[in-house]
């Protein structure tokens, strides 16, 4: 089946480090990009950065670059997603989404979504 | 503050067609596809039209996406209840290198 499944809710201090992990099944992982996305409480969509499985290459929003960190592990099919330094609008639903081989930067599979709780 | 620009909310009956806008700019919209997601609160988002115009695989014919210059449309025709979610449009930003979302549209079926 293909699908991404994400690690479970946070609870963090404000100043702490959190990292999201994103497993991948069911496709060829490296042929694939992965993007994250975080959506605040009530809030709308807002992209964290993204990554190449296969070459490992990152890109961050320019809003947060000096704080996200995005890697990806090929032999465990997963990406993480780590963001440092927290503050308490870092608070939202963490999604990660792979990037159609078809369309650039077209989200067509989602995981879950993580809560991270900044507080 | 998003990047693109969409109406917060929409309203229509059912079996009608509703238009939701997405306006943006040359360095986003104007150069780049449009996608757009429905999100059901609670859920993930879900991709509807990308490339503009371009339905994935099992998405309704009634979802049907259109783009002039800088701005862009999605028409859902033949309204349900189940239609009733927020809708995001998003493209690349060639000058902010990265992926832009617009505030998002809840729509509601009367």
């Known amino acids: 089946q293909v699908q991404l499944v994400q690690s479970g809710a946070e609870v963090k201090k404000p100043g702490a480090s959190v990292t999201v992990s994103c497993k991948a099944s069911?496709?060829?992982?490296?042929?694939?990009?992965l993007h994250w996305v975080r959506q605040a409480p009530g809030q709308g969509l807002e992209w964290v950065g993204w990554?190449?499985?296969?070459?490992?290459?990152?890109k961050y929003s320019q809003r947060i670059q000096d704080r996200v960190k995005i890697t990806r592990d090929i032999s465990a099919t997963t990406t993480y997603m780590e963001l440092t330094n927290l503050r308490s609008e870092d608070t939202a639903v963490y999604y990660c989404?792979?990037?159609?081989?078809?369309?650039?930067?077209?989200?067509?599979?989602w995981g879950q979504g993580t809560r991270v709780s900044v507080s | 503050q998003s990047v693109l620009t969409q109406p917060p909310s929409v309203s229509a009956a059912p079996r009608q067609t509703v238009t939701l806008s997405c306006s943006g700019s040359?360095?986003?919209?104007?150069?780049?596809?449009v996608n757009w997601y429905q999100q059901v609160p609670g859920e993930a988002p879900k991709l509807l039209i990308y490339?503009?115009?371009l339905r994935p695989s099992g998405v309704s014919d009634r979802f049907s996406g259109s783009k002039s210059g800088t701005s862009a449309s999605l028409a859902i025709s033949g309204l349900q209840s189940e239609d009733e979610a927020d809708y995001y449009c998003?493209?690349?930003?060639?000058?902010?290198?990265?992926?832009?979302f617009g505030g998002g549209t809840k729509l509601s079926v009367l």
């Open positions: 989404a792979r990037e159609s081989v078809a369309a650039a930067a077209t989200c067509d599979l």
């Open positions: 069911g496709y060829d992982f490296t042929l694939y990009a």
């Open positions: 990554i190449s499985a296969g070459s490992g290459s990152a």
């Open positions: 040359s360095s986003n919209v104007g150069s780049n596809g």
């Open positions: 490339y503009d115009d």
């Open positions: 998003a493209a690349w930003d060639d000058s902010l290198n990265g992926q832009v």
